[in-house]
């Protein structure tokens, strides 16, 4: 099983910009579809972004469309999600997330079986 671990999360201004990393080890990235959620106080954990294993189709939650822009890096075996015009509702814990199944293109948190700790961002108005 990969285990994962982010970094770069932080305090920034509304529309500022912030580069978040997932180190994954045990495993690698591309064997993996690889998304971001967040989840902020009081709300349900939320799909964000994800790039299936072939590292070539991303897809977003519409609320950060245009905005944020997730990547893969295999020699790093890394995944990066760049955010950009951040807005305070974006404010958050961020979790960077692996799923096995190669098969689907999920935003279910029931569907991605491996997590990291998570890093927070908070975006100031």
């Known amino acids: 099983q990969v285990q994962l671990v982010e970094s770069g999360g932080g305090l920034v201004q509304a529309g500022g910009s912030l580069k978040l990393s997932c180190a994954a080890s045990g495993r690698t990235v591309s064997n993996y579809n690889m998304a971001w959620f967040r989840q902020a106080p009081g709300k349900e954990r939320e799909f964000v972004a994800a790039?299936?294993?072939?590292?070539?189709?991303?897809y977003y939650a519409d609320s950060v469309q245009d905005r944020f822009t997730i990547s893969r890096d295999n020699a790093k075996n890394t995944v990066y999600l760049q955010m950009n015009s951040l807005k305070p509702e974006d404010t958050a814990v961020y979790y960077c997330?692996?799923?096995?199944?190669?098969?689907?293109?999920?935003?279910?948190?029931?569907?991605?079986?491996?997590w990291g700790p998570g890093t927070q961002v908070t975006v100031s108005s």
């Open positions: 997330a692996a799923d096995g199944y190669l098969g689907r293109k999920s935003r279910a948190t029931s569907d991605f079986g491996s």
């Open positions: 790039i299936r294993w072939t590292g070539t189709s991303t």
